[in-house]
T-cell receptor, first 112, second 109 residues
Framework: IAGITQAPTSQILAAGRRMTLRCTQD?????MYWYRQDLGLGLRLIHY???????GKGEVPDGYSVSRANTDDFPLTLASAVPSQTSVYFC???????????FGPGTRLTVL | GQNIDQPTEMTATEGAIVQINCTYQ??????LFWYQQHAGEAPTFLSY??LDGLEEKGRFSSFLSRSKGYSYLLLKELQMKDSASYLC??????????WGAGTKLIIKP
């Protein structure tokens, strides 16, 4: 693979269910990010990680958790999904915190 | 609070020039980015400005005035494939990107 991959591409989920969105990059970038994109709003940062082993909260972290066990993977977990978490989720990475970010193809999540 | 403003939608003609404006109010400034996003796809990087002035890259140019909190993206010789949303984003004092809602650019033949 080259770049960032996300899985699944799309998912329909019942409210209350647990869900993990996967993100893997092979560019050896230190920093990784999770965003959600909703119609009429800008991308909003959920969580980020500046390097393996560290994570931080973004603008809209409630209801989400992340882990960064290694450089390549940065999964996002919804512990108990709610309809307001219906969105398109993008994972991104950068080789440094202040450089351009490279985005994965996105996961379209619908919570019913 | 932090705020990025850009027009919601613009229409232009193939072969013409269009300027997409972005104004910002953020806590700190560590650079301004422009991204292109085609419908249903991921954003892709277009340009980065951290100093005042114009950065030119082929048909695309980006301008920054830090004192005015203002940037624009200039697209020349428009092609149909330029139909997309253009996202303005500012890196704040915490090195986090604050994103505008995007400008949908419609190109007509």
């Amino acid at each position: 693979i080259a770049g960032i991959t996300q899985a699944p591409t799309s998912q329909i989920l019942a409210a209350g269910r647990r869900m993990t969105l996967r993100c893997t990059q092979d560019m050896r970038h230190n920093a990784m990010y999770w965003y959600r994109q909703d119609l009429g709003l800008g991308l909003r940062l959920i969580h980020y990680s500046n390097t393996a082993g560290t994570t931080g909260k973004g603008e809209v972290p409630d209801g989400y958790s992340v882990s960064r066990a290694n450089t390549d993977d940065f999964p996002l977990t919804l512990a108990s999904a709610v309809p307001s978490q219906t969105s398109v989720y993008f994972c991104a990475s950068s080789d440094d915190g202040n450089n351009e970010q490279f985005f994965g193809p996105g996961t379209r999540l619908t919570v019913l | 609070g932090q705020n990025i403003d850009q027009p919601t939608e613009m229409t232009a003609t193939e072969g013409a020039i269009v300027q997409i404006n972005c104004t910002y109010q953020t806590s700190g400034f560590n650079g301004l980015f422009w991204y292109q996003q085609h419908a249903g796809e991921a954003p892709t990087f277009l340009s980065y400005n951290v100093l005042d002035g114009l950065e030119e890259k082929g048909r695309f140019s980006s301008f920054l005035s830090r004192s005015k909190g203002y940037s624009y993206l200039l697209l020349k010789e428009l092609q149909m494939k330029d139909s997309a949303s253009y996202l303005c984003a500012v890196m704040d004092s915490n090195y986090q990107l604050i994103w505008g809602a995007g400008t949908k650019l419609i190109i007509k033949p």
